[in-house]
Structures are given as structure tokens and as C-alpha cells.
């Protein structure tokens, strides 16, 4: 039986419609992503599920007694409170011991890097959007509803999300624009385009392979529409000696076609921008860091927190440059030191010639409520884009603001619409250094890609902090990765990050053992147990490592969370258990290995 269902929903806002005659239902343990552009009306529909706004027509029939727990995407004002308390309040709803309603909560936060004593009141946006996806998960419901739930988590948090949602034994519908995310957890798509739910079952993959195959189907009706169209609008204006052939139905048919032309006008279209490139204008080496440092300090009186330790790093001309680490570590002091916008503690910045800098993060807070989106852009109806100019209504439909949504209030839009915009502001500056914070939040997939597309084609440089792998896979050239205390640097994207980073890994373990003096009570002889463990050491632990690697490519793929939910468990579990062995494992390579160093010297 399913969890929820929805029939013939009608729901209008604005004068505009979100859903018309729209029928959904979501059965226990489905994992439904439901997708589609900016402004849509996915959040909505997560309220409509939820009961929290009502449908003009239609009927939403909900389980009986099914439990129902709901992820916002924007954060509430009024949380207060310590995080455990917070957080134990989901764990409440859904456990009757009061231990083990502590124990969960206090697991959760954990795993979300959360500090349990602290007050939710004093904590970031990010932070608090964490408090709550942990309030969120910890009540065990029968139906989880996430709007963008990977917003704002680190990469290590969304990794540990997506673990624990393939291993959720309830339902969960979501909203998410993070491909790599959603790959790994829907089981699902469903499609939200023009007030109509289109359903596709399976991965995210075959959704694409399916909805380009309609696409093309799409555009071959279209071509043949218009073609219909076009003769009859010639036959219409043959004039009087075509008056004779003339009947009344034909003319019908033609106003009829007339109005579905204007119906598909009204319609966005694809998405389309470009980049006011001032590349050939910067000297080739854009940054250099020498042995660059910077101690963050609360006040002036306070002790500092290094968070970037003599970093010596050169940002040549046509770099794109990914930056990655955990919420807190200093990605984005290093871009403001990068940019001169912070004096080092120790060590030297130096600016290439002729920086055109646009920076993306710069601009969030300089969107004017009181203006319309176009004021937004411009005061002016033209804006000068590569010395040419371009009526601002023109520019704005490249980024898929009709002419009237143009003329609305900021206020009506979305959240990823408002990104959008972001976007449109940032590229009526001239640059040859582009510089993203955070750019995917929000953003639906189309205009991901588009902006992918629109990077990769650019000649001058970029700086990118991102926790979206898909995005940095299909962006950046080189990682500068914050783990370890220290930062290093990488070739290639996320991917590329990940399958280097044993390698190094290894190498360092192996460097510091080396580096490491050797106690006195280390200086004894290896029984011949220990010596036979020894050298059996290495081959076990390239074993695990293998089947890590193996077992994580598995995890990786989509299809394997189709109907496999017993196995994706035990996969989950066994990978947990190799990283403890592991560990077990390297530490007592390293103890043997050094007792047997200490006694020959």
C-alpha cells in the first residue's frame, strides 16, 4: 500500500500554475529524487506530502499512522537550544527509551561533525541546517522528506548521508541538484516539468537515457507542428480567392494551433550564457604563494588558529583550480588570501598584472529586495556585454527568466532562481579570473551543466570551493585538498582526488615511520611468531586494500541500490570493517617494523 498518495492535484501560485491534474504516490522503501528546473514547484510538492499547503483541487491520501519527517531548505529562526536537546527531540518521536533516544541523537551528531553542548542559536546556517537534517534522520520515519539535503555538508558528511539513506529502511522522497548524490541514492526519478510528474523508474543514468530519447522524439513532433503550422498560416492569408476553399473548421483548427504555439512560447527555453572573458589582458602567472601562512584570531587579544601553514603554491594563467576540505578548515580564507583580500601572517602573495576579478560570493549579499530582477541586473534597459550592448529582458531570458518573471519582485523567487541571478550579475563583469564559493547550491542540473560547459570553454582561470564531485569532475584541472593539517595539491577533479589519495597516503605513513626515534623499550629482538606476522603484514594489508577499492566501486554504482538492499547492508558493513582492520593492521606493521629497527641498531 503506498505511504502517499496524490490525485488529480491542482495548485496555482501567482496566477501561475504549479500542478495541473497531477497524480504521484511513493510505496515504503522507494527513494524518489524528484527533479526539475529552479521555481518548478519541487519544494511544494514536498509540502503538499508533508500537509502543510493545501491544493486548490485534488486529494492526498496519506498511510494511516505513517510517520512523516521533513528537512526544510531554508533554515527556521526559532531553534534554540543545545544540539543534543534539538536533535533528541526527532529521536523521541520515533524511540520510547530515553537511552537509546540519547544514544541515536548523540550518534548522529557525530557523525555530522556537530558539537552536542553547543547552542543551535549561535551556530552557522550550515551548521544549523546539520542540527536539523540530524533531527531529521534520527526519528526513523516511515517517508523522509529532503529538500536539498546535501547542501551545506562537506564531502565527508554527504558521503556519510549517502551511506546511511541506502541502508534507511523507510521511504524517502528528496529534492537534490548533487548528480553524484542522487546517482548514488535514488532508486527513482521523477520529473516535475511544466505542472506535470513524469515517473522513471530506476537510476539516475537511465533517466538520462530515456528522457533524451523522448527529447528527440519531443523535437521531431515539434519540427512536424511547426511545419503544420507555417502552411496553414500561409493558407489563411492566401487571401480572397482562397476564400472559396476556406470552411469554418480548418479556420478553427488553425486559431487551436495558434494557441499552442503561444502556450510553448510562454514556456522557458534552454538556458544560455557566456562569459565576459578579458583573458588575453593577464600575465601567466596569476597567484603565487611563498611559503604562505595565515592564523585566523577571533579578536585582536586572542591566540591565532593556523589554518594555512606555509603553502607554496603558483595559479598559472588557464588553471582550474578546485578547492575541497571539511566546513571550517579555511577554503575560503585561502581564496581570500589568494585574492589580497587577507595579508598573510607569515610568507608573500603576489598578484599577477592586470586582474579582472568576478567573484561570485562578493555579490550574495547585493541583491536589492525592493527591485525587481531586472533592476537587479541593470538600472538601465541595455548592459554592455563584450563592448555590445544587449537589453537587459534579452539577457535574462538566456538564464530562463521569461520577460514577465523579469519584471517581478526579487521576492517571488526561489532559492535556486536567486542563484541564478547570482549568475546572471556575475557575468556582465569583465574577468579573467572567475572565483566560485559554494556556486551548485540550488542550481537545477540544466544550468549545472551549462555552466559546466561555459567554464571548461574559458580560457582565463578559475577558482572553485565546492563540495559537488560531480561538478569538480567536470570542472577543474587540478584539487588543492585540506586533510591532514596539511594542503595538497592534486591533478584532476574529485575522482581523480580519490584514486590518488591512498597512493600518497601510503607514502606518507611510510615516511613518517621512518622519520620516527626509536624508544628504548622498542630495542628487543622479534620472537618468531612476530617475525612470520611481519612478514605476512604487507600482503594482508594490500588484500584489503584491494577489496576496499573493490567493494567502494560497487558502492559507487547506482544500479547495485536497485532491489539489493540486503547486500548494499552488508557491503556498508564489511567496508566499515576493513577500515578498522586496516588501521589495525598499519599500526602493527609499523610497531614490529620499528622493534625490529630498534634492536639492529
Known sequence: MALVTIKNAWLSYGGYPLFEDTEFQIEPQERVCLVGRNGAGKSTLLKIVLGNVPLEKGDVIRQPQAKIAYLPQDVPDDIEGRCLEVVQKGA????HDAHEAEYRAQSVITQLGLDENELVQNMSGGQKRRVLLARSIVSEPDLLLLDEPSNHL???????????????????LFVSHDRYFLKKVATRIVDLDAGKLTSWPGNYELYLERKAELLEVAKAQNEKFEKKLA?????????????????EGRVRNLLKLREVARQRRKQLGKTDFSINDQTARASKRVIQLKNASYDWKENDSSNGLRLID???????RGDKLGIVGKNGCGKTTLIRLMLGELSPTAGEVELGENLAVAYLDQLRG????????AENISDTDNILLGGKPK????YLRDFLFTADRAKSPLWVLSGGERNRLLLAKLFTQPANLLVFDEPTNDLDSETLELLEDKIAAFDGTVLVVSHDREFLNNTVTGTLVFEDGAIRDYAGGYDDWITQRPVLENRVKKAEKK?????????????YKENRELEALPGEIEALEAEQETLTARMQDPAFFIDNADEVNATSDRLAEIENLLMASLERWELLESIGEGRSQ
Not at 564531502?155 to 548521508?161: H, Y
Not at 537589453?391 to 534579452?394: D, F, L
Request: hydrophobic content about 35%; some cysteine.
Open 92 to 95: 523521541n518521536a520515533g524511540v
Open 154 to 172: 562537506d564531502i565527508e558528511s554527504i558521503g556519510w548521508l549517502e551511506n546511511f539513506l541506502c541502508r534507511f529502511d523507510g521511504a524517502i
Open 231 to 247: 502552411e496553414e498560416e500561409a493558407w489563411i492569408r492566401q487571401g480572397i480567392k482562397a476564400r472559396r476553399t476556406r470552411n
Open 310 to 316: 606555509g603553502l607554496d603554491y603558483t595559479v598559472y
Open 366 to 373: 547585493r541583491l536589492d529586495e525592493s527591485k525587481t530582477v
Open 391 to 394: 537589453h537587459v529582458i534579452s
Open 515 to 527: 622519520s620516527k626515534p626509536k624508544s628504548n623499550a622498542s630495542r628487543r629482538k622479534l620472537t
